[in-house]
């Protein structure tokens, strides 16, 4: 990059706050999957007067510029993959306010998930959205990829506590959206375009979230299923029974044998799948609908049904499923962890074809586990990027169950995005008219391209021929021991 742009950015944001060392580029040039990027100068502001200038000086050179938060996404969407200007916005990290009368709060993009959660806690507020990265991920990163977590079946995801933002256009504008209201038809909806448009139409600077009431007790239980179809079966029947739990999620066998052989805290390996129930709300609801779900656990099979009498009960039975990506990282370097979703009667249908892929695929370690409550499943394999034959095998996994998902009526991402991972199938989902709409949008409001390029498809056509379907073959009986 040209001296002299480099002397622009150290002029707008100071120069300790630009950087061009080879090993700085290098820590900025990955998220959590094996795509990388080098950029050639990361800079961090510390306010919007500052990204306008960046971004104006950033069209004015034709630079790219890739907004990032934490950098812990699992899609791609931050990695730099035109180099130009690494934009991270991790100094933005205030909490402007915590209005309690309008149940709201002001944010920076850099405000680390966690730590917004603990500040309206102490006001007895609750932010619900939960991702598993919440202590490091940030709330920017979370509205850009529309993030969720374990608690989305009852609460929603982030773009439910989205009021407005603030954003700053490739124009160099701010342009600001929605309220502090909840109700707010007025025009196009920009906000929920721009949540989830990873970088691709404007740098987030500024958010206003939703907050609710923190609920007045939980109830954690732990069902123990020696056949895997059967949990799959038991959460589409508490589902289709209209109970509500906060969390209901599924951890398969292999991923139990997986963080037993890390902790070794005597979980149940024998069991081909346990699932993690949680409910929450006023005491007596939450007795009745614990001791409600118990029963249709059992009804389905459950070998057992353990229930915490208290908080730190309740952490050991959330133990297993907090620990799987440690867990699968000591296998290979790389975790490969997919959000593909499906509607919940299809959960079933979903588990007998991951099945037949885990068949299929027999050389990659593999596991499922995920937010079953709503359908949003992770299967996940583990992979060494250095072995070039492993990388195709794992492409055309991603493919297969991309397709999977869409013949079951679902979607290829719940809550990680587009990026470059799932780029070559977007358009399996939204079909041609789909994309030449958003590419509408996107020349729109980026005219010459300068943000986040390379994502989303949104650059032209991408390698979109449809894979062949994943047939469902003979569903194993086994729980899958590999890995």
Excluded at 163 to 168: F, T
Excluded at 273 to 281: Q, Y
Excluded at 317 to 338: D, H, Y
Aim: glycine letters at 10%.
């Amino acid at each position: 990059m040209h001296a002299r742009v480099i002397q622009a950015l150290q002029s707008i944001v100071g120069p300790q706050y630009v950087l061009t060392e080879p090993q700085d580029l290098v820590c900025y040039s990955f998220d959590a999957t094996w795509h990388t990027g080098r950029p050639d100068v990361v800079v961090l502001p510390a306010e919007t007067r500052q990204v306008q200038e960046i971004v104006r000086l950033a069209a004015a050179e034709r630079i790219p510029v890739t907004p990032r938060g934490a950098g812990t996404g699992l899609a791609g969407g931050a990695v730099p993959v035109r180099g130009g200007i690494l934009l991270s916005l991790t100094r933005m990290r205030r909490i402007v306010d915590i209005d309690t009368r309008n149940l709201l709060a002001v944010v920076e993009p850099g405000v680390v998930t966690a730590e917004l959660q603990r500040q309206v806690a102490r006001e007895g507020l609750f932010y619900p959205p939960d991702p598993a990265s919440a202590k490091v991920s940030t709330i920017g990163g979370n509205i850009a990829t529309g993030a969720g977590g374990p608690r989305c079946f009852k609460y929603g995801v982030t773009r439910d506590y989205v009021l407005g933002l603030e954003v700053v256009l490739a124009s160099g504008e701010v342009l600001r959206t929605g309220g502090k209201t909840v109700k707010n038809v007025t025009g196009y909806d920009l906000t929920r375009l721009l949540v989830g448009s990873e970088g691709t139409l404007g740098v987030i600077t500024g958010a206003t979230l939703r907050l609710i009431p923190q609920p007045e007790t939980q109830r954690t239980l732990l069902g123990v299923f020696p056949r895997l179809a059967d949990a799959s079966a038991a959460v589409g029947d508490i589902v289709a029974k209209g109970i509500v739990p906060t969390t209901l999620e599924l951890v398969d066998q292999t991923a139990l044998r997986v963080v037993e052989d890390y902790l070794q805290a005597g979980l149940p390996v024998e069991a081909e799948a346990v699932l993690i129930i949680e409910v929450d709300g006023f005491a007596e609801a939450v007795d009745r609908q614990a001791r409600r779900v118990a029963e249709l656990c059992e009804a389905h099979g459950a070998s057992a049904v353990r229930v915490a009498a208290d908080a730190a009960q309740a952490a050991e039975l959330w133990q297993a499923r907090r620990a799987i990506n440690p867990s699968l990282t000591r296998i290979r370097p790389i975790k490969v962890g997919e959000d593909v979703t499906v509607p919940p009667g299809e959960i079933p249908a979903f588990i007998r074809r991951f099945q037949y892929l885990r068949e299929r695929y027999r050389d990659l370690p593999m596991v499922v586990y995920g937010h079953a409550g709503d359908g949003n499943l992770h299967p996940n394999v583990v992979m060494d990027p250095r072995r070039p034959e492993e990388r195709a095998r794992v492409e055309a996994w991603l493919a297969d169950l991309a397709r999977v998902a869409l013949d079951l009526g679902g979607t290829l991402t719940g809550e990680h995005g587009i990026g470059l991972l799932k780029a070559p199938f977007l358009e399996w989902e939204v079909g041609p008219v789909g994309m030449e709409v958003m590419r509408a949008v996107k020349r729109a409001l980026d005219p010459l391209n300068i943000l986040n390029p390379g994502k989303m498809a949104l650059d032209g056509p991408q390698a979109t021929e449809a894979a062949p379907a994943a047939e469902p073959g003979p569903a194993p009986t086994g729980g899958g021991t590999r890995g």
